[in-house]
């Protein structure tokens, strides 16, 4: 089972600010499946980013992924009052699919 | 309006059975895997399962494997997730969710259901 490590934990920042979010394999991430979900508060989560780099549809350009094998990158470029929620990554290139543990972005 | 739509709230006590469901609409509900993902109150996601509907295919997360029973009917175009004996340790909301692609099980979730809050005590 390949296992997910997010960092930070929680990341404390203002609107406008840029955040970078980490998600670190134990393994490589076949084909870089590697997905990016955006969850609030008493609601379903929300794909933003897919296949590491390509975003969902509807998803903003301020969202943006990156990486392989077994590092990879959420960058959201200046934070909007909307943006402010939890993160997980999911790969899905090996059974069992597996999720991280989870970022917070949380307003400074 | 590809859709998926879940059971409403269930409390039930420890020992009994459950079974709650997803229904699928406005896609071929057939053709796409769709999985289960559990959320522990003020925990992260975990990846339960996952079922083809067209030929009932499931597999499991070998943390759940034994734990809980995936089936799908497809006259019905829905999805089910049941457990012989629930504990309190159940408790979580419920998460149906569907891959992007056609036939693909490796794929990210891009439809989710809306939830089923799963509350066991005695």
């Known amino acids: 089972e390949i296992v997910l490590t997010q960092s930070p934990g929680t990341l404390s920042l203002s609107p406008g600010e840029r955040a970078t979010l980490s998600c670190r394999a134990s393994?490589?991430?076949?084909?870089?499946?590697l997905a990016w979900y955006q969850q609030k508060p008493g609601q379903a989560p929300r794909l933003l980013i897919y296949?590491?780099?390509s975003r969902a549809t509807g998803i903003p350009d301020r969202f943006s992924g990156s990486g392989s094998g077994t590092d990879f990158t959420l960058t959201i470029s200046r934070l909007e009052p909307e943006d402010f929620a939890v993160y997980y990554c999911?790969?899905?290139?090996?059974?069992?699919?597996?999720f991280g543990g989870g970022t917070k972005v949380e307003i400074k | 309006e590809v859709r998926l739509v879940q059971s409403g709230a269930e409390v039930k006590k420890p020992g009994e059975s459950l079974r709650i469901s997803c229904r699928g609409s406005?896609?071929?509900?057939?053709?796409?895997?769709i999985g289960w993902v559990r959320q522990m109150p003020g925990k992260g996601l975990e990846w339960m399962g996952i079922?083809?509907?067209?030929?009932?295919?499931?597999k499991y997360s070998p943390s759940f494997q034994g734990q809980v029973t995936i089936s799908a009917d497809k006259s019905l175009s829905t999805a089910y997730l049941q457990w012989s004996s629930l504990k309190a340790s159940d408790t979580a909301m419920y998460y149906c969710?569907?891959?992007?692609?056609?036939?693909?099980?490796?794929?990210?979730?891009?439809?989710w259901g809306q939830g089923t809050m799963v509350t066991v005590s005695s």
């Open positions: 969710a569907r891959p992007g692609e056609r036939r693909r099980l490796n794929d990210a979730f891009d439809i």
């Open positions: 079922i083809y509907p067209g030929d009932s295919d499931a």
């Open positions: 406005g896609y071929s509900f057939t053709t796409y895997w």
């Open positions: 296949r590491a780099s």
């Open positions: 393994q490589s991430v076949s084909s870089s499946y």
């Open positions: 999911q790969q899905y290139g090996s059974s069992p699919l597996t």
